[in-house]
Every structure is written in structure tokens, then in C-alpha cells.
DNA sequence: CGAAAGGCTCTTTTT
DNA sequence: GAGCCTTTCG
């Protein structure tokens, strides 16, 4: 087939474009993925390029999941010999090729969020720092972002800057010296050490230079220093690297992402073709224009001439609720009206959020009108406690040096070996300078013959470690021969931790989560023991959530800002648009947190195709406390005639709004109804034991009445309906005595 | 040693 | 509201 047909001519600039720099500036809904996987299809059907010398860096697993079927439609079997994943995949599978060259043994375990905050907390406290002084996340960040920098600990330390970086350099160390101890890497090791590497061994550089003809990596915006090292690093022979973003969608900064890096990407190949993606296909005009108006108040930023030939469709409605549980619950019921109609099905409707606690109560009322929908994150499968439990037992026979894994499991099942031994365990391994495990392989090579070490260990306490540490021997032993199932169903087994689930708390469920891993383990099966124990930690470790969005089934979609980059959907809901959420409050004294805030919205806007809905609450508990809030100064860069106009005007702004409120809510045959806002004062002021009627309440008595802002928070029993929370001045209240 | 209860803090986003 | 930590009691 024609690789370049169906393409735009822009479009087809970018695949043709094979040899040099290439900067693609793609626009939202502009058809990159497209452009990138027909590139791809074009340098192995066209150019002849082996499959083999072509790395294409994806942002997640799922998008390289993806492209890799795209291919297979284009190119059929050759796909697969592409190297083909996320930088940290690519880095772990250098690593563990080549990582011997600096000293990192192919065995080592790559530690997620959790394990490293573990060990972050370990090491402070080692060496004294109070952690309510010092927060172990604040830390753990420094070092993060030390690490995206290519400082060593060494490096930091002559940085010097502040007080607080003082501390985190003596963190630092420690946490390093820790890691390599455990043989453990943890995220951002898998990219600076892999750079490392490189810098070390020019040889080991250059046969992977030589390997990769072409590099591709997509969402370029959002790769940080390190990342993008790496890539100078690979293309340095050749010099043919393309990358593909769009600084309006650059959200990622907090995890050190620079947006400057498409700027360094121009100054270092100055000879760069430069290719602008401009047209969207993906939404309709009002959508787009929606967008183009958030985003073109940002400052810091190039204009863009995005436009589109779709129809101008549907106007976008901004919708205001009175709580956080009336919001989620006219989104499901918004949600069924179109389905109802025919409007749209389950699965082409989104809702998007920007934190994952928002996520709760917009689930209880899905599950509450038994609406089907699938939350992106949710616990995360790899975070439950079960699952993390096996897979630290499964780590700890594939590495006994991890320690945060020992740590994890030593008394889980509990054996009696408590928190007063375990300190004993860790003060003894420092003092002789070894890990926890190699001095329980001390303590358990020797039992009670008399050159046994000394060891501040009660004679029981020393026993029962022991014990312990001669099951995981066993095991170790038997993985070098058994199969991967097999290993999986003996840990489980022999360790007591399927009795230990069955007798505690959701026992049923959580042995379903470890079927469910088992489940992942057979995919790994047919590598063979040992390979297969290592590839199997290996998937876990770098698995994120959208990796398991599943878009075959027909649900709605309950997904974050963050996660939503890259998806489309006909109809999206972006709810809590509100000051302090959207853009939150965190970036407030920040401006270029701020304007991330605004790509933000401009990413989740720009998902949609047909239908656009912006939702706040009126009131919203944050924190355990419910506060009035005020609407997202994002809505106010919204001209008027974009947004459809059944709701009332909120003074002194262009902002239309449309407030759905339960009570007031019309019969289902009568069209919207828009509310009329009771200015306050018309009402005698009520007080408590006053009787009220409510027009969906009925009868009730006042319990309190409390001033906020310029309005009265009134507090009723109702008769049928129990105690509810109104403001007085929407809340449609009759006095009746 | 371990379970349970109480008290504290702090909340963004994730490979 | 939740998760973490500390304290307390058995």
C-alpha cells in the first residue's frame, strides 16, 4: 500500500523528511501519531531501513502498544524488530545489557514511587534528619530533579545553594549508596545512569549509534534534560532524530520536563527541518476555537494558526452545580440523556478531573445510577498491598539484596519478628557495612555452631530470622530450575501469605488481584525461569495506568488532565473548573505553573471531538471541610458566543453561566429551564426553629443559619428528606410560619 | 510482639 | 478524608 497517500501535504513532509533533524510541531488532533507511524512504515517500505535500526520512544506503553499495531496494518511482521517503547524501557533494556560497564548487575530491581520513598526514609533516617522537619517528598524531589540533571551526589553537594539543598545532598548520598546496595535503580536512574554508561564507555556508545539509523521520540515537550541527553547521545553519528510535540501541550514540568528543550533542539541542529501540523481533524470549530482562546492568554508562547474544516457543531456548555456530588451526578445524568437519545454511547464519553481525589464521588454516583465506566487510575493495581507483597516476595528471590522488599515482607506473613528486631537488623548491617539481607545470610549460614557471628539478636529473634531467611534460600534455589507459575504458586504457598490473605480483612478480593498478577506472570512464562522472573519485575515496574485503558469496552471513561494527553473522546466533561483545582492552587504564586495549569485545561479541552462540557461546583469539600469557591478564571477567556446560553449572566464577567441544580431540575419532558437567582434580601432573614418549605424538599425547620460571603447558608430538616445544607439565596425557600 | 485506637499532617499531576 | 505515625493496651 501507499504509505504517503491520505496524507496532507504538511503530513507528508514529515514522513518524507527521512534524512537530519526534524522538528515536528503538531498541534492537537493534527494527526501525529499518523505522521510518525506512517514515517516509520515509509522507512522500512520505501527506504529500505531494516526494522532493527529503528528506535521510536513513546511517552507511554499503551502509545507504543498502538503504534506498533498501526505498523502492523502498514508493514505487517516487521514491526516487531523495532525497538519500541517508553525512554525508561529503552534505558532498562541497556541497562541490563550493558550495564556491567558500570558495575550495575543485570539482576537489579527497578524501585516505583512507593519503594522509593521507603528507601528515601530509610536513609534519612540513618544519618538523623527528622522527617517532619524535612518532608521525605520535598526530598525525594530535590533528588529527582538532581537526578534529571545528571548530578551525582557529588555533584549536588557543590551546588551549595541552600540550606535545604544541603541536607538533600546528605540525603542524597545516602539514599544512592542504599540503592546500590539493594541493587536497585529507580526511575530516574534507568535514564541517568543509561547516560552515564554512555559517557563511560564510548564503545558500548557507538554500537548503538551505529544500530539506530533513526530516532524518533513523541511528546518531546514533556522529556527532560537527562531524556534528552540521551537522545543527542544516540544521534550523534547520524544525526537523523526527529521529535514531535507541542509546547501548548507541555504539562509535565514537575517531573522536570523542560519545555526548552524544543528550543535547545532548534539551536543544536540549527539545520533542522521544521514541519508545522496546523490542521486538526479531530473536533469541531467551537471546540478548537474554545481552546485556542484558553490557551492564547498565556504569555509565554508562540501563536499558532490551528483550523480545522469540520462543521462548528455544538456550543459548549458550562455548567454550574451546587456541590461536588450534584456535579458528578449531572454529568451521569447528562451522560444517560445522550446516550438516551442517541447522542452518543457510554464509551465515547469522557469525564476528566485534575486530581485523582476528585475521582471518588464522580465514581459513587456512576455506581449509584448503575452506569458502567472505567477509572484510569483508581488503587492502581500495582500499588495494592497484596499485589506489591508477592511481587516483593517474587523481587527478593530474583535480587536478595533488595532490601526495601525484605523490609517489606520479613513479617508479612507475621513470624513474630517485630519492629524492635528489625531496627537491630538494620543498626548491625550499618555497622558492618552490609545490606539487611547479606546479614541475615550471615546470621543463617551459621545457626548455633560457635564461630556464629556476634549479633545483637535475642536467641529467639535470632532464630526466627534465620528461619526466614532459609525459606527464601529454598526458594531462590528452586527458581533457577522451576517454572514461572510453578515459582509463582510455591511463593504464594509455602510462604503462608495465601493462608495469611484468606483470614484477614477482603481476603476473596485480594486473592482475585494475586490471580490476577498470575495471570500477568503466564505471559511471561515461556522466557524460561530466570528470564522470565526478570521480565516479568521488569513489566510491572514500568507499567503505567493508561497502559490499561481498554477502549473495546463500551463504558465511560474516568480519567486525570495528566492522563488524558494523547486520547481523544466525542464528548468530554471537564469538571471542577474552579480556582484553586483548575488551575490549582499550588501554582498560584508560580506564573509559568500557571500557564502549565492553562495547558493543562487546553490538553483536556482539545480531547474532545464533538462535545465539550465545563462543570464546577458551587460549593466543594477539600481537605474534610467544604468551601465556597469561586469559577475558573479559564472560563472568563471563553468568548460568549462559543458557549450555549440557557443559563444566566454572572455580572461583571463575559461568562455565561448554567446553573443545574438538583431541586430545581425540570421534569424530564420539559426543556432546561434556566434558574432565576433570588437576590438575597428579598427573603426575611430566617433563623432557627423557623418552618421553610422547599419546592423538592417539602416541609422542614431551620436547625441554623450562618452568613457567608454575601449570602446565608441555611441548614433544614426536612421532614421526609433529613437534614440538607442550602444557600439562601437559590435555594427557593418559602417561609410558612 | 501485635492489634487497635487516636492524633497528626497534608493533599497535583506520573514514567 | 485518608493515610501515616505514634501510643496504648492486651
Same mark, same amino acid.
Given at each position: ?23 515536528? #510541531? ?78 550495575? $548487575?543485570?539482576?537489579? /530491581?527497578?524501585?516505583?514511587? $512507593? ?266 493495581? %500495582? ?131 494475586? #490471580? ?7 505471559? %511471561? ?63 498560584? $504564586? ?12 487546553? /490538553? ?30 479559564? #472560563? ?79 441548614? /433544614? ?21
Amino acid at each position: 500500500m501507499d504509505v504517503l497517500a491520505e496524507l496532507n501535504p504538511a503530513q507528508r513532509e514529515a514522513v518524507e523528511a527521512i534524512s537530519g533533524p526534524v522538528l515536528i #510541531l503538531a498541534g492537537p488532533g493534527s494527526g501525529k501519531t499518523r505522521v510518525i507511524t506512517h514515517r516509520v512504515a515509509y522507512l522500512i517500505t520505501v527506504c529500505g531501513v531494516s526494522p532493527l535500526r529503528i528506535m521510536a520512544v513513546t511517552f507511554t506503553n499503551k502509545a507504543a502498544r498502538e503504534m506498533a499495531e498501526r505498523l502492523f496494518n502498514l508493514v505487517s511482521g516487521s514491526a516487531e524488530q523495532l525497538t519500541l517503547g517508553t525512554f525508561h524501557a529503552i534505558c532498562a533494556r541497556i541497562l541490563r545489557q550493558d550495564g556491567r560497564a558500570l558495575s550495575i $548487575d543485570p539482576r537489579y /530491581v527497578i524501585y516505583d514511587a $512507593d519503594d522509593q520513598q521507603r528507601l528515601l526514609k530509610r536513609a534519612m533516617q540513618e544519618i538523623g534528619i527528622d522527617p517532619k522537619q524535612y518532608a521525605p517528598p520535598a526530598v525525594g524531589a530535590a533528588i529527582s530533579w538532581a537526578k534529571s540533571h545528571m548530578l551525582a551526589p557529588a555533584d549536588y553537594v557543590r551546588r551549595g545553594r541552600s540550606y535545604f539543598e544541603e541536607i538533600v545532598s546528605r540525603c542524597y548520598e545516602r539514599y544512592q549508596q542504599l540503592l546500590t546496595e539493594s541493587n536497585a535503580l529507580d526511575f530516574d536512574d534507568l535514564l541517568m545512569k543509561t547516560v552515564q554508561l554512555f559517557q563511560k564507555s564510548p564503545d558500548i556508545l557507538s554500537r548503538y549509534q551505529s544500530r539506530y539509523l533513526h530516532i524518533l521520540v513523541d511528546e518531546f515537550q514533556d522529556t527532560n534534560l537527562v531524556q534528552y541527553e540521551l537522545v543527542k547521545q544516540l544521534a550523534a553519528g547520524h544525526r537523523n532524530i526527529c521529535v514531535v510535540g507541542d509546547p501548548d501541550q507541555s504539562i509535565y514540568s514537575w517531573r522536570s520536563a523542560d519545555l526548552r528543550n524544543i528550543l535547545s533542539f532548534e539551536s543544536d541542529y540549527p539545520d533542522a527541518k521544521i514541519v508545522l501540523l496546523e490542521q486538526n481533524y479531530r473536533s469541531t470549530k467551537t471546540i478548537l476555537d474554545t481552546a485556542s482562546s484558553v490557551i492564547s492568554a498565556n504569555a509565554q508562547r508562540k501563536p499558532k494558526n490551528l483550523w480545522t474544516d469540520n462543521e462548528a457543531g455544538e456550543l459548549a456548555r458550562v455548567v454550574e452545580t451546587y456541590t461536588e456530588q450534584e456535579e458528578a451526578q449531572f454529568v451521569v445524568s447528562e451522560i444517560e440523556r445522550l446516550v438516551d437519545v442517541g447522542e452518543a454511547r457510554l464509551g465515547d464519553c469522557s469525564v476528566m478531573y485534575r486530581t485523582n481525589a476528585q475521582s471518588r464521588v464522580i465514581e459513587e454516583a456512576f455506581i449509584r445510577y448503575g452506569v458502567p465506566y472505567k477509572l484510569v487510575a483508581g488503587t492502581r493495581f %500495582y500499588e495494592r498491598r497484596e499485589v506489591k507483597d508477592v511481587i516483593a516476595y517474587l523481587r527478593l528471590v530474583h535480587n536478595p539484596q533488595d532490601t526495601v522488599s525484605l523490609m517489606r515482607i520479613v513479617n508479612v506473613p507475621g513470624r513474630g519478628i517485630g519492629q524492635q528486631t528489625l531496627a537491630r537488623l538494620s543498626e548491625w548491617a550499618r555497622s558492618l557495612g552490609i545490606a539487611p539481607s547479606e546479614a541475615l545470610r550471615l546470621l543463617a549460614g551459621s545457626p548455633e555452631s560457635d564461630n556464629a557471628p556476634e549479633h545483637p539478636f535475642s536467641p529467639r529473634a535470632a532464630r526466627l530470622l534465620a528461619d526466614f531467611w532459609t525459606m527464601v534460600g529454598d526458594l531462590m534455589a528452586r527458581s533457577r530450575e522451576m517454572d514461572l507459575i510453578a515459582l509463582f504458586d510455591t511463593v504464594v504457598e509455602s510462604t503462608g501469605y495465601r493462608d495469611y490473605l484468606a483470614s484477614g480483612e477482603g481476603g476473596e478480593e485480594r486473592w482475585e488481584n494475586i #490471580l490476577e498478577l498470575r495471570g500477568v506472570a503466564q505471559e %511471561y512464562r515461556h522466557l524460561g525461569p530466570s528470564e522470565g522472573l526478570a521480565a516479568l519485575l521488569e513489566g510491572v515496574a514500568l507499567v503505567s495506568d493508561v497502559d490499561s485503558l481498554d477502549e473495546t469496552t463500551d463504558r465511560v471513561t474516568l480519567i486525570t488532565l495528566h492522563q488524558a494527553k494523547g486520547l481523544e473522546f466525542p464528548v468530554v466533561f471537564i469538571v471542577g473548573m474552579e480556582e484553586r483545582l483548575l488551575p490549582h492552587i499550588r501554582s498560584f $504564586d508560580d506564573p509559568a505553573q500557571m500557564e502549565e495549569e492553562r495547558r493543562l485545561c487546553y /490538553v483536556g479541552i482539545t480531547r474532545a471531538k464533538r462535545r465539550l462540557y465545563l462543570v464546577y461546583s458551587f460549593r466543594r469539600t477539600l481537605m474534610g471541610s467544604s468551601t465556597l469557591t469561586r469559577p475558573s478564571r479559564f #472560563l472568563e477567556d471563553i468568548p460568549r458566543h462559543l458557549i450555549s446560553t440557557p443559563g444566566w449572566w454572572q455580572e461583571g464577567t463575559d461568562r455565561v453561566t448554567e446553573a443545574v441544580y438538583s431541586w430545581n431540575r425540570p421534569p424530564s419532558d420539559a426543556p432546561d429551564r434556566p434558574r432565576e437567582p433570588v437576590v438575597p434580601g428579598e427573603l426575611p432573614h430566617l433563623k432557627a426553629g423557623d418552618h421553610v418549605r422547599h419546592t423538592q424538599f417539602g416541609e422542614g425547620v431551620v436547625v441554623s443559619c450562618k452568613e457567608v460571603r454575601d449570602d446565608s447558608e441555611v441548614t /433544614v430538616a426536612f421532614v421526609d428528606q433529613g437534614v440538607k445544607r442550602l444557600l439562601l439565596s437559590y435555594a427557593g425557600l418559602t417561609k410558612t410560619s
